[in-house]
């Protein structure tokens, strides 16, 4: 009997070995689904999340482009309208635009732009009209439209140097001091028969104020003198010299029709 058990017992080890063996085989495909699965997925849904969450890219539009800044420091290169990735904490893209804008200086609130004027996608500021002091001492006021755009190509630099508020330091102050320095040579009694070469002088002076920055950082599209206002009291004044000067033709065409008549 303990014989027999004995051939028993070592005829069934082997058996119970590759039980055991095919058991483990069996469950290797498995482990490893358990395992590989769930790793990819989460690797996955990580970088879902941390697109999501940290957003580490920027859209920049078409009219506009992307200043990268790393640690404080600008990107040379603007970035082209499209789809760009940036490193967060280190690093952040800041949009600009660069479409065409337009500033005006009037006192007139309710005074319409016209047509040409409407849609502008760039952006439009409106300042009160631009107080002068005419040769004599004479307080006139200067309503303008000035239409302008950042250069693309410098707009990292440009931002750099002037900050958020270059339109002010750029735009506003070049006008500001051509427009005294022009019209302040005239008295004003002289602006109106002279608006067009006034016009034409501030046009031209402040685009080479604004190109004889380094870097050219705005391209000026135009300067428009919308308007003189006189003081009222000067206004009256040229309008008494008009109305006299209309009064001596009329007069002097009445003498003559009489004269023609006589012979």
């Known amino acids: 009997m303990p014989a027999d058990m004995n051939d028993y017992f070592k005829k069934k080890k082997p058996t119970g070995n590759n039980n055991q063996g095919g058991g483990n085989n069996m469950t ?4 490893s689904m358990q395992n590989g699965m769930p790793t990819w997925i989460i690797i996955i849904g990580a970088i879902i999340f941390a697109l999501i969450v940290f957003k580490p890219y920027a859209i920049i539009n078409s009219g506009e482009v992307g200043i990268k800044v790393t ?3 600008f990107q040379k290169e603007p970035l082209m309208p499209g789809l760009h990735f940036f490193i967060p904490v280190l690093q952040k893209i800041v949009p600009v635009n660069t479409r065409i804008r337009l500033i005006t200086y009037s006192n007139d609130v309710s005074s319409e732009l016209g047509e040409k004027y ?3 996608e760039g952006g439009l500021r409106r300042n009160g009209a631009i107080p002068v002091l ?4 004479l307080t006139v006021n200067i309503d303008l439209a000035v239409q302008y755009r950042l250069r693309s190509e410098s707009a990292p630099a440009t931002i750099a140097k002037w900050g958020s508020s270059w339109e002010e330091k750029i735009i506003n102050s070049k006008v500001r001091e051509v427009v005294r320095d022009v019209v302040g040579q005239y008295t004003a009694e002289q602006l109106p028969e002279m608006r067009n070469d006034i016009a034409s002088a501030v046009q031209t002076k402040v685009r080479e104020k604004i190109d004889a920055l380094p870097n050219k950082p705005v391209i000026l599209s135009s300067v428009e003198l919308r308007n003189i206002v ?3 009291k000067i206004k009256e004044k040229i309008e008494e010299v008009q109305a006299a000067k209309q009064d001596v033709t009329i007069a002097e065409q009445e003498k003559e029709k009489a004269k023609q008549q006589a012979q």
């Open 71 to 73: 640690t404080g420091k």
């Open 28 to 31: 290797n495909p498995f482990n």
């Open 118 to 120: 409407k849609g502008f």
């Open 134 to 137: 005419d040769k004599r001492g």
């Open 230 to 232: 006189l003081p009222p």
